[in-house]
């Protein structure tokens, strides 16, 4: 057993506070305080140089608030996990707290044992987050060239802008290294907003200036996420779209190419222009499809029209969304329908998945436990090239044991 002790540092403005929270750790055996910090800047300070496994961080602190100091913390020191601890309990704290990076929100008045069991409680994830990064960090975090991977379904609703945006959170956190989602659905993407972002600027803007536009311009017009991915939105109004045409797109994907490892485009379910330049520009397409018959018709469409643009069959993954819907379809009639394997099952959780759109949380963050973020996870091997079979193939027997047949063999 590792005897190593837990090493916490305590950020809070209230010196009262910070002595208390110091004599409550000294009790427990495992746990160490290595240090306090008054202010947010002092707290980021100290977490580069003690490296503390745990941040006790209070929102309301001066020089630099909780939150931003807890954002600067998740995205360059994420060996040490934050545990906010406020007096606020409203929802919009908590909101921000989870969007920024923090692993747990305890709200002031908590009893003993509830910030015991939040400290081992991360301390035990972010023990099981190690070893995958210092594995990646032996090697380059990214292939030599960036990938581009363009996420496409036949029919609105099957999910593409949730699975983009979270495979594009899980890429950075799994592999830490530069990710860029690009909106293309152009009236009414939905990135921006599945991410709690409010853009400066959208793509639309790009277009005054394409000329002189360059790789460094370029990136003055993405907006940052928390999580360090970028995104590079959709215009603000549907009339905008009209100004971005297939130049623009090209160009744009070349010059996010020379500073991206992967580049995640969300896209409309047509075969438009500018999707069919999104497709032509990818390394890999995630094919999405869902459990009904309306979108499996579409999705055999869809196939045949991608072999007839001379697509190699490599190029496409077929992506099973709310892959343990129960809606009497059966799995290989599917696949035999389609004359494609499935690659990857993504299960459906409403209960996390509401919430996570609606704050603008993604679920990878929020509940990376839970089993539909274990999937995105699983999704991330298969598009940096490491597919995980044995994963993939407990849910392809799960789903046979419950999926029915409808297709008539012939």
Same mark, same amino acid.
Not at 11 to 28: G, N, T, V, W
Not at 98 to 127: C, T, W
């Given at each position: ?15 009262? +506070?910070?002595?208390? #929270?110091?004599?409550? =750790?000294?009790? *427990?055996?495992?746990? @160490? !305080? /290595?240090?306090?910090?008054? &202010? ?90 190690k070893p995958r990064l210092v594995e990646v960090s032996k090697e380059e975090p990214f292939p030599p060239e960036a990938k581009v991977i363009t996420v496409f379904g036949t029919k ?6 949730? +699975?983009?945006?979270? #495979?594009?959170?899980? =890429?950075?956190? *799994?592999?830490?290294? @530069? !990710? /860029?989602?690009?909106?293309? &659905? ?159 099952f993504i299960p459906s959780d409403g209960k996390l998945v509401v919430p996570s759109v609606s704050r603008g949380v993604p679920f990878v963050s929020s509940n990376p436990e839970s ?40």
């Open positions: 057993m590792d005897n190593e002790k837990i090493k916490v540092l305590i950020a809070d403005d209230e010196k009262e +506070i910070c002595e208390s #929270l110091r004599r409550l =750790l000294q009790l *427990e055996e495992d746990i @160490e !305080v /290595v240090g306090e910090a008054n &202010d947010g800047k002092k707290a980021v300070s100290l977490t580069k140089s003690l490296k503390p496994d745990i941040v006790l961080m209070d929102i309301n602190m001066p020089v630099l608030d909780g939150i931003k100091a807890t954002e600067e913390i998740s995205l360059n020191l994420p060996s040490s996990a934050v545990i906010i601890v406020s007096v606020q309990d409203e929802q919009e704290y908590l909101r921000k707290a989870m969007s920024v990076g923090a692993q747990e929100y305890l709200v002031k008045g908590f009893a003993p044992d509830e910030l015991i069991n939040a400290i081992h409680r991360v301390k035990e994830f972010q023990d099981r987050r609105g609703g099957v999910g593409r802008s949730l +699975i983009a945006t979270n #495979l594009a959170v899980s =890429l950075r956190e *799994e592999l830490k290294g @530069e !990710v /860029v989602i690009v909106d293309l &659905d152009l009236q009414f993407g939905d990135i921006a907003m599945m991410l709690n972002l409010t853009p400066k600027f959208t793509i639309s803007d790009l277009t005054p200036n394409l000329e002189n536009l360059d790789k460094e311009v370029l990136k003055d017009y993405l907006t940052s996420h928390s999580s360090g991915v970028k995104v590079l939105a959709s215009p603000s109004k549907p009339a905008e779209a009209e100004r971005v045409g297939k130049e623009v797109v090209e160009k744009v994907l070349e010059l996010l190419k020379e500073s991206y490892g992967f580049i995640i485009i969300d896209t409309v379910p047509s075969f438009e222009d500018i999707v069919l330049t999104a497709l032509d520009f990818s390394d890999l397409i995630l094919l999405l499809a869902t459990l009904d018959l309306p979108t499996i018709k579409n999705t055999k469409l869809a196939l045949e029209t991608m072999s007839s643009l001379k697509y190699p069959p490599e190029k496409i993954r077929l992506v099973l969304n709310r892959s343990d819907s129960h809606t009497g379809l059966k799995l290989s009639d599917i696949e035999g329908s389609l004359h494609y394997k499935v690659s990857s089993e539909i973020s274990k999937s995105i996870r699983e999704l991330v091997h298969l598009v940096s090239g490491e597919v995980v079979k044995t994963k993939v193939e407990e849910r392809r027997v799960g789903l046979r044991k419950f999926l029915k047949p409808i297709f008539a063999r012939h």
